[in-house]
């Protein structure tokens, strides 16, 4: 018989640390509560039996709930589990224990594992574990999933305790205890078992935030920090990247060239100017995603997010949003989708929505592939990395502009704000490299898959007929860009760009391989055609568009998943759409027309 | 009668007692989970500028909170005479 666990508890305890701990999986960690917002579920091997262990978004309570806590809930009260296993964060049993009093009632055998057992530790928290673990009548494990002490004894206590509970059962109709009654429970036993001593001095964190949540500096210096970040990624990344394409060059000119000289023209055209061009400077970008998602990770662990949330409130609830919809905002800048999905901790229907609308605005990692490939082929390395800085700039202030005059009736139905800021904390080196590893493996797949395809649809449609010169009138996507032209001449994008934009719709990544298999050559080649057939106002026109014009599918589908319904989704493809040809056009010709 | 405040108007550094809760059940649940109820001893940590939201601290919890959702909570001074402690009518801005 299959067995099952449940991993349950309050956001940003650790659940998803513990349960990549536990399986070796690869869950998504970070230090912002509602981080998880759906199920994942992974096998561990516990004493002789197989176990299916189910990493649960975050849980405040039984009473309310978000759409991320609904996730949660649900699960518990209908899925048959043989028990849960419920993390508590062991530095804040006052306000969390109440939880576990609560699940009591649910009549499902429970273990309690009390984790950040080393931050406990440095903040002088002794708790009577003996005395607890009597007093609650379940069986308690001191641990910490992030450095793994304890976390042997706790296999221990699962086996144990998996044994002592070989059956699965359901959730009993819950008999809501009077939260009074549990807080004096909580209170009292608190009283007997846990020993916190008295503050002396401001912590680390308080120290930090002194400075980073200071009424004036705050702002200038989160401007700083992305900078910062950013100028990182820049520095770090792209020699990396010109190392790899000179590599996939070497390797181009002498080995697959001669190896494939026996072949047809038209397939040495297709394996060496289609896929391999294509997909190999698409490939060039691989150190850049690497770095990029080390240095979010170390962003998102950090706990500096909570506080951007913080700082932007204000501003962001002038405009129907709030300070976690900003922090989606920054999220996105790895990819929409999962940022998209993070928007199910905000309660209110219509600020969630309205919210989710402005979240395809936010820079991707896809597009910054584009905009690095045109900055540094179009413009003076010295500019390069400001024009960068400037479409992160207007992403955002696109983004406040669709919210505000989106905002209807998200403005009368405010979402209270309400949550955690955790403290400041460091990731440590696994971390890092799992999630590197987890980005890195996902644009692998996506290269070897959709953009392969991709690419092999733009090579057929720029030299099919094959007697035609490749790209030109003649061709099939020569055809079609010259219907499209009335749309894009205004907006200083010639035709051959505007079917690699055309393929952008499916997924950003395309669109270099794309440009590689148009002009018929991949890496430096293609910067140099660039820089030569685009000035800097067609270039930045074109980067512009890319940045507005549609989010990709698959942000397409999570919109209408998370919406259920194809309305917003309609809505979001029309409005970005068309915002999108306005900013061009507008910055196009008032270009044009001050040169 | 208790002059009592609302915890948006509690000025940074003080220490202040939960006396009054005026949200609904939802949002009271939610403040109760993240440390928010009464009786409890809260610390205003800082205030955001422009109106944005406050910082309090709660046991070993920090929570940031709305100005308007702040002031859904009524509180009391921490020290002098305990539980009649009051605020002076000039310190509720
Ligand atoms: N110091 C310390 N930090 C930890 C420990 N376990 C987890 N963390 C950190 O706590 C933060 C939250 O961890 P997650 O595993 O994402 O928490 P979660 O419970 O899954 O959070 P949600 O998915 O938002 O509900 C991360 O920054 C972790 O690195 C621990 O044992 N000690
Ligand atoms: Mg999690």
New binding site residues.
């Given amino acids: 018989m299959s067995k099952r666990i449940a991993l349950v ?1 309050m ?7 513990l349960f990549n701990r536990l399986t070796g999986a690869g869950a998504r ?8 917002v759906e199920l994942l579920s992974a096998k561990l091997l516990l004493g002789d039996s197989m176990v299916e262990l189910v990493d649960l ?2 849980l405040h309570n039984l009473h309310g709930f978000s759409e991320d806590e609904r996730v949660a809930r649900h699960f518990i009260e209908t899925q048959p589990v043989n028990g849960l296993l419920v993390l508590l964060n062991a530095t804040q049993l006052e306000r969390q224990l109440a939880l576990v009093l609560q699940l009591k009632a649910l009549g499902l055998p429970m273990l309690l594992a009390l ?5 406990a530790a440095s903040r002088g928290i002794r708790i009577q574990i003996e005395t607890l673990s009597e007093q609650l009548g379940l069986p308690i494990c001191l641990v ?4 793994g002490q304890g976390v042997p004894e706790l296999r221990q206590a699962l086996t144990t305790w998996l044994r002592d509970n070989p059956n699965p059962v359901t959730a009993q109709a819950r008999v809501l205890r009077e939260d009074d009654d549990i807080e004096h429970n909580v209170d009292s036993l608190l009283a007997r078992t846990v020993h916190v001593p008295p503050v002396l001095s401001a912590s680390r964190t308080d120290r930090l935030d002194r400075i980073l949540l200071h009424p004036w500096l705050g702002l200038p210096l989160f401007l700083l920090i992305m900078l910062l970040v950013f100028q990182i990624v820049y520095g770090l990344g792209t020699p990396l990247q010109d190392g790899l394409g000179w590599l996939l060059d070497e390797l181009k000119t002498g080995w697959i060239a001669p190896a494939i000289s026996g072949l047809p023209a038209w397939a040495i055209s297709f394996l060496l100017e289609g896929l391999y061009d294509g997909i190999g400077t698409v490939m060039t970008f691989l150190p850049i995603i690497v770095v990029f998602f080390m240095a979010m990770a170390v962003v998102e ?1 950090s706990g500096y997010l909570a506080r951007a949330a913080f700082l932007m409130d204000a501003l962001m609830s002038r405009m129907g949003l709030d300070g976690r919809a900003f922090v989606l905002q920054l999220m996105g800048f790895g990819c929409n989708v999962p940022a998209m999905m993070g928007a199910r901790v905000i309660r209110s229907r219509a600020q969630r929505i309205l919210t989710m609308m402005t979240i395809p605005f936010s820079l991707c990692s896809a597009r910054l592939q584009v905009f690095l490939f045109f900055t540094t082929a179009v413009f003076s390395p010295l500019a390069a990395p400001w024009v960068l800085f400037s479409l992160y700039v207007i992403s955002f202030a696109i983004t406040f502009l669709t919210a505000w005059i989106w905002r209807g009736r998200a403005r009368h139905n405010i979402d209270p704000l309400l949550m955690e800021l955790p403290p400041y ?1 460091l ?1 440590t080196l696994s ?1 890092l490299a799992r999630q590197s590893l987890r980005e890195s493996g996902h644009f692998l797949r996506q290269a070897g898959g959709f953009i392969i395809l991709g690419v092999a649809l733009v090579w057929f449609l720029t030299h099919f007929p094959l007697d035609a010169a490749p790209a030109s009138p003649a061709t099939l996507a020569g055809r079609l860009a010259g219907w499209m032209a009335p749309i894009f001449s205004p907006l200083g994008i010639d035709q051959l760009l505007s079917i690699a934009l055309l393929f952008g719709f499916v997924a950003k990544e395309v669109v270099i391989g794309a440009l590689a298999v148009i002009y018929g050559a991949g890496g430096d080649e293609l910067s140099g055609i660039l820089n030569q057939r685009l000035d800097w106002v067609q270039a930045y026109s074109f980067m512009l568009f890319t940045l507005v014009y549609t989010p990709c599918l698959s942000t397409l589908a999570t919109l209408r998943r998370e919406t259920g319904g194809s309305r917003y989704m309609w809505a979001s493809l029309v409005w970005s759409l068309g915002v999108a040809w306005m900013i061009s056009f507008v910055f196009y010709q008032t270009a044009r027309a001050l040169q | 009668m208790t002059h009592l405040c609302s915890l948006s108007t509690v000025p940074a550094g003080r220490c202040c007692v939960i006396a009054r809760i005026d949200a609904d059940a939802d949002l009271t649940a939610r403040m109760r989970a993240l440390g928010l109820q009464l009786g409890r001893r809260v610390h205003v940590m800082r205030r955001s500028p422009f109106k944005g939201p406050i910082q309090v601290r709660s046991g070993q919890t920090d929570i940031i909170i709305r100005r308007s959702d702040a002031g859904l909570i009524q509180v009391r001074p921490c020290d002098p005479g305990g539980d009649t402690a009051v605020f002076k009518e000039s310190e509720c801005a």
């Fill in positions: 508890g956001p940003n305890t650790g659940k998803s640390t960690v970070g230090n912002w509560p509602g981080l998880t978004p975050g984790n950040m057992a080393d931050e910490s999933a992030k450095h662990d904390r990731p971390v």
